[in-house]
C-alpha cells in the first residue's frame, strides 16, 4: 500500500486534514446541512488566516470577494462554473471547495468527448441486468447519482469538453434537483449539501458550447490571471516552497529568476513590456501562471540533477524555450522575436541571452 510519501499527489481532504479538523473544531458559526465548515471557515480554509493561534496556509491568491462570490453560490440551489484561460487555478479553486464543504473530493467527472450519460448519472450492471431484470442492486451510480443521493459536492471538470446531447442531462437535475430512473418507476431528489461545481476554459477550440438554457442554471465566476508581477511571482514562491522539504525555495531557486520567468510569460502573453513602453508579438500559447510553476520547478531540478544545485541563467535557459513554443510556426517566432529584442537588450539579462546563445550552439 502506497503511504502519503509515496503519492505524486495526495487528496486534498487528507493532505489538509489537521487544518480542516482545527477548522471544524473551532467553528462557531451556522453551517449549511451538510456542510462540513460554515461559508466563513470555507473562505478562511481557501485564502488562509490565522485561527485561534493556528495559521491556516492560503490555497488560492487572489481577489477575495471571487473566493466569496463562489462559497456564496454553493449555498443555493444554483450550480457553480468557474472560468478562465488555462493555468487559472479553475480545477485547484474547485477541489479545494469540495474539501472544505463536503470533506470529499472524489466526486468527480474529468469532462470529454468520450463522456457518457452514464458517467455523469447511472449505468447498469449487464450481467445482473440479464439474470435478474431492473433492479436497485443492478444500478451502477455515476458521480451525480452519488452526489444527490449522500449530499455531497459533484465536480465537473472542463464542462464544455463533453457533447452536448450529454450536458443536457444536466438540465432537469439541476431545476428539479431530482433525476428519474424510468426502467425502476424511481425519483432520486437531491439531498441537502449537494451541488455542481463545474469548469471551462474561455481559450477551448473545437468544443461544446454551453446552451443558453444550461448557462442560466450556472452562476459563473471569472478566475483572472494574477493582476501584477509581483503577486504572480508570490503564488509562485509559495507553491513551490509548500513542495519543498528540507531546503528553502530561496536556497535552490534566487527571487532574481523567479521575476525573471514570471516577466517573461507576463510580457509574452499580454503583447506589451511591464514598463508598457514596448509593443511584443505574444505567443499562441497562454503561458499561465500554472505554466510558469513548471518552468520553475523543472530549472531546479536541471539545477539539482545536473547543475550546482542552485538555479541560474543556465538552467533558465534550458528550459524557457520548451515551456514557450507549443506551436512552433505561431509561438516559435514570437520566442525569437522576444529574445532578440527584449532580452538581448536589457543589460541585467546578459547572462540569459548569452546562456540561451550556449544553448544553440551545444
Request: hydrophobic letters at 40%.
Amino acid at each position: 500500500m502506497n503511504t502519503k510519501s509515496d503519492l505524486l499527489r495526495e487528496k486534498t481532504e487528507i493532505a489538509y486534514k489537521e487544518e480542516l479538523e482545527w477548522l471544524q473544531k473551532h467553528d462557531q458559526e451556522d453551517k449549511p446541512v451538510n456542510w462540513l465548515l460554515s461559508p466563513r471557515s470555507v473562505l478562511t480554509f481557501i485564502l488562509g488566516g490565522d485561527v485561534e493561534g493556528k495559521a491556516i496556509s492560503p490555497k488560492y491568491i487572489g481577489q477575495k470577494s471571487l473566493i466569496e462570490t463562489a462559497i456564496a453560490t454553493l449555498v443555493t440551489d444554483r450550480a457553480l462554473l468557474l472560468t478562465g484561460v488555462p493555468g487559472t487555478a479553475k480545477s485547484w479553486v474547485g477541489d479545494h471547495l469540495a474539501a472544505a464543504i463536503s470533506g470529499d473530493t472524489s466526486y468527480l467527472i474529468q469532462g470529454s468527448s468520450a463522456t457518457t450519460e452514464e458517467d455523469l448519472l447511472f449505468g447498469w450492471n449487464y450481467a445482473s441486468l440479464i439474470a435478474h431484470g431492473p433492479s436497485e442492486k443492478a444500478l451502477v451510480p455515476g458521480a451525480v447519482f452519488r452526489g444527490m443521493t449522500e449530499g455531497k459536492l459533484v465536480r465537473i471538470e472542463e464542462l464544455t469538453r463533453i457533447p452536448a446531447i450529454i450536458q443536457d442531462n444536466l438540465l432537469s437535475l439541476l431545476s428539479e434537483k431530482m433525476m428519474m430512473i424510468p426502467e425502476l418507476k424511481l425519483e432520486v431528489r437531491a439531498r441537502q449539501g449537494f451541488n455542481i461545481i463545474a469548469t471551462a476554459n474561455d481559450k477551448d477550440r473545437g468544443t461544446y458550447a454551453l446552451s443558453d438554457a444550461l448557462k442560466r442554471r450556472f452562476n459563473v465566476v471569472h478566475l483572472p490571471l494574477p493582476d501584477t508581477l509581483e503577486e504572480e511571482v508570490q503564488i509562485i514562491r509559495y507553491k513551490l516552497d509548500g513542495e519543498s522539504i528540507n531546503e528553502s525555495i530561496e536556497s535552490i531557486l534566487p527571487e532574481k529568476e523567479i521575476q525573471r520567468i514570471v516577466q517573461i510569460f507576463r510580457e509574452l502573453r499580454s503583447g506589451i513590456t511591464e514598463d508598457g513602453k514596448q509593443k511584443i508579438k505574444p505567443t499562441e500559447n497562454t503561458l499561465s501562471t500554472a505554466e510558469a510553476i513548471s518552468t520553475a520547478r523543472q530549472s531546479m531540478n536541471m539545477a539539482r540533477f545536473f547543475g550546482n544545485g542552485v538555479v541560474s541563467a543556465r538552467e533558465v535557459a534550458l528550459t524557457l524555450p520548451g515551456s514557450i513554443i507549443k506551436n512552433p510556426e505561431k509561438d516559435g517566432p514570437a520566442w525569437q522575436d522576444y529574445r532578440n529584442t527584449i532580452i538581448a537588450q536589457r543589460k541585467e539579462w546578459k547572462d540569459l541571452f548569452e546562456a540561451l546563445a550556449q544553448k544553440e550552439k551545444e
